[in-house]
């Protein structure tokens, strides 16, 4: 926490600056800033309480507030819809929240260059709701749509659920306004350019912006990829007697050569238990259906009329049974919807208790995925087993994660359901052990230890530095280039272990 002379000095030049309706101290603001989504011990949570909450309308105000901090060397966490999963707008060192949702302006919609211009606070809800009128999309579609701001897809480096047809968000964003660690603005992009999407100019600054969870500054502006509304969408779910049957069929599908193959997503058998045990919404399976596969073609009607023939005679052939229309319809329109509210899960006498949902994700590549399945559900299941009622297995999601390409990579993820209010302290270190035997599954096995959450979290971050980063020489530039733009270390410090770069000389 500030000492109260620096609190008072920095609150006074805040309201100077944004006006005392933007610098916000009681505790009722403060508390909806300190957490994000990912399980914390409800006892603890005054561990990462901000010590001013502050909402810039303009690049100009997050400037002002840049400077102050750096002035009181106050530490700095942007926040946008605060529901990242790796801990990414938490202030574990407390300090001044910058709450960028009063950012959400739409700048320009430029039609002939096929671009959209934002404030970074604008969720993704807004953006397509103002666009689609106009007939076009932009197609970051992650299952957290509904709070995701431009800001925070930019500081994790999302997925989209769309993203072998369409991109993910680094591909989508073709350059950025950016307010560095010292008050600075950049634009960053391919060149010079603001709307080019292809320059051998200079160095890829625009990679090292995105994806670094507010440790080297704040994007408030971004110009953004917009697409025509795609004339035909075709969801199709298969279901297979096996996931050996399912993982041969998404390597035939995913190679099949089909321009509008969009998503391949691969439910495993522990998914399809717990969706036929406790999911209401899901349209039940018969006995013998044990792994389920989602295909989602995006196209002009022609296209994916034809599409559909290919997809069809493919999964049947690897022994897919088709669910249907209205299942198939129904489950990708609810892909926003899932885990948005506490569900139910089950203590072995079958008992029904409320969980929250949690997931840890990884990339992996596709030769890999039974073996990390196996020793992922593995680590779970002891976990669960021990504290039998607090934490559940809900299975898997295999996601193919490669853009504009549905094969090579997969975003796998374990969904876990954890019961907050009963988690003590035992049970949170038991919590962080199983995060980092899930972690090191992934470096066996080669991939990284998250596609789209961030490797910011509790448990799986030392693994994350000292094994996957670590022996590649990744992370000792990182701090290099920590240290160079954030002098101060006042933006999101620690995350990524990142204050290591100011106690070596
Ligand atoms: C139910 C659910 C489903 C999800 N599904 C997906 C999914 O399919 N794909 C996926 O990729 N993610 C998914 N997520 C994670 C989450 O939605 C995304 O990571 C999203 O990008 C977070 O946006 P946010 O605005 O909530 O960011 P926040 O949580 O507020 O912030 C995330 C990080 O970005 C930083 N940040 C915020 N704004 C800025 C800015 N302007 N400049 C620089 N850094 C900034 C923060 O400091 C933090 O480190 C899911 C989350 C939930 C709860």
């Not at 995913?254 to 999911?279: C, F, H, N, P, V």
């Not at 530095?465 to 101060?488: A, F, R, T």
Request: include cysteine; charge should be negative.
């Amino acid at each position: 926490m500030l000492s109260t002379e620096v609190l008072d000095r920095t609150v006074q030049e805040l309201v100077d600056l944004l006006g005392k309706e933007n610098v916000l101290t009681e505790m009722r603001h403060k508390v909806t800033r300190s957490a994000s989504c990912s399980p914390f011990p409800v006892q603890r949570w005054k561990d990462h309480l901000p010590d001013i909450v502050v909402l810039p309308s303009t690049t100009e105000d997050v400037v002002g507030i840049v400077k102050i901090a750096n002035k009181y060397k106050v530490p700095i966490v942007p926040r946008g819809g605060g529901s990242g999963l790796a801990d990414g707008a938490v202030p574990l060192k407390h300090g001044i929240v910058i709450d960028i949702k009063k950012m959400n302006q739409i700048l320009e919609i430029d039609e002939e260059n096929m671009t959209v211009t934002v404030q970074t606070g604008i969720n993704l809800l807004r953006l397509n709701e103002v666009l689609g009128k106009l007939g076009y999309w932009h197609p970051d579609d992650p299952a957290g749509y509904i709070n995701a701001t431009v800001g925070g897809r930019i500081g994790c480096s999302g997925l989209s659920l769309v993203g072998s047809g369409h991109g993910h968000t680094r591909d989508l964003v073709v350059s950025l306004k950016h307010v560095l660690p010292t008050g600075e603005v950049i634009h960053v992009g391919e060149g010079g350019g603001k709307k080019i999407r292809k320059s051998a100019v200079g160095y890829r600054l625009k990679d090292l912006f995105i994806g670094h969870q507010g440790t080297l500054g704040i994007a408030t502006e971004a110009v953004l990829e917009i697409f025509p509304r795609p004339e035909a969408v075709f969801p199709a779910f298969f279901a297979f007697k096996s996931f050996e049957e399912n993982y041969k069929a998404v390597y035939k599908l995913g190679t099949s050569g089909l321009k509008t193959l969009s998503a391949l997503i691969m439910y495993d058998e522990r998914k399809i238990e717990y969706l036929k045990r406790d999911d209401e919404a899901f349209i039940p399976l018969r006995d013998d259906d044990r792994s389920v596969i989602c295909t989602v073609l995006y196209g002009t009607n022609a296209e994916v009329n034809e599409a559909k023939k290919v997809i069809f005679k493919i999964a049947k052939e690897c022994g897919g049974r088709y669910l249907g229309q209205e299942m198939s319809e129904g489950d990708w329109a609810s892909r926003h919807d899932r885990y948005h509210i506490p569900f139910h899960g089950r203590r072995a006498d079958g008992q029904v208790v409320l969980l929250s949902w949690h997931c840890e994700d990884a990339a992996i590549n596709y030769s890999e995925l039974p073996r990390v399945k196996e020793k992922w559900h593995k680590i779970v299941n002891k976990y669960v087993e021990k504290h039998d009622g607090i934490f559940d297995n809900w299975g898997m999601f295999m996601y193919t994660a490669n853009a504009y390409k549905p094969w090579g990579d997969y975003l796998v993820e374990i969904d876990i359901g954890v019961n907050e209010l009963a988690m003590t302290e035992e049970i949170w270190q038991d919590w962080l052990k199983m995060k980092e035997e899930i972690a090191k599954v992934v470096v066996e096995h080669e991939g990284t230890i998250s596609c789209c959450h961030g490797g910011t979290r509790p448990g799986d971050e030392e693994v994350v530095i000292y094994e996957e980063l670590g022996p590649n020489g990744n992370y000792e530039l990182m701090k290099k280039i920590k240290k160079l733009l954030d002098p101060n270390n006042i933006m999101n410090p620690n995350k990524y272990l990142l204050d290591n770069a100011y106690k070596e000389e």
